[in-house]
């Protein structure tokens, strides 16, 4: 209500780049690394993990760039450029790894195809701006989108009682959010 006890410098401020498609939010991350080799990925389901690994040159960059959120410490990122690749469903999850991290803003790479947008009609919104003429490789960001994931985020944690732990997104949001 009035609250006395938050703190605004506290809550980590987070900046959602939006992609119609994973390939172009790759594409994204390939550049982007070729731009700032220190980068540090960082996802939170093994199967996106690996997806990513896939796109990027492994003999130009070493393994180390690309970390899963549940085993990350704080020094395997000091120093560097920081994109979370992928959204986890439960937005409390994303706040513990922030604080972990030290975080004032953390970058998030989602793609409107990913199950967590994709359960909430994402896929009008791609013909929708497939329709006003925008690029593929073209990013959204906006806090409107930013408000509305955040939103999708909640409404999961709310149904959710026990968290199966699982290898990808889409297999986290059938086990876990029905």
């Known amino acids: 209500m009035f609250k006395l006890f938050h703190n605004e410098d506290d809550k980590v401020k987070i900046v959602d780049r939006v992609f119609m498609y994973r390939q172009s939010k790759w594409n994204y991350c390939r ?29 130009t960059y070493p393994a180390s760039s690309v970390i899963n959120a549940r085993t990350i410490h704080r020094s395997q990122v000091q120093g560097s450029t920081i994109l979370f690749i992928e ?32 359960k ?10 497939q329709g006003l003429g925008m690029k593929e490789d073209e990013i959204i960001e906006h806090k409107m989108v930013g408000q509305s994931i955040a939103n999708a ?15 990808s997104q889409e297999e986290w949001m059938k086990r876990n959010f029905r």
């Open 31 to 59: 550049k982007f690394l070729s731009q700032a080799p220190k980068t540090i990925f960082i996802g939170w389901f093994d199967e996106t993990i690996a997806e990513l690994e896939n796109h990027i040159d492994r003999h």
């Open 87 to 118: 959204h986890h469903p439960m937005k409390s999850k994303e706040e513990i790894v922030f604080k972990q991290l030290e975080l004032k803003e953390a970058i998030v790479l989602t793609s409107l195809d990913e199950p967590l947008l994709t």
């Open 120 to 129: 909430f009609g994402s896929e009008k919104l791609i013909k929708i701006m």
């Open 153 to 167: 985020q909640e409404k999961i944690e709310r149904k959710i009682i026990v968290e199966q732990t699982v290898r």
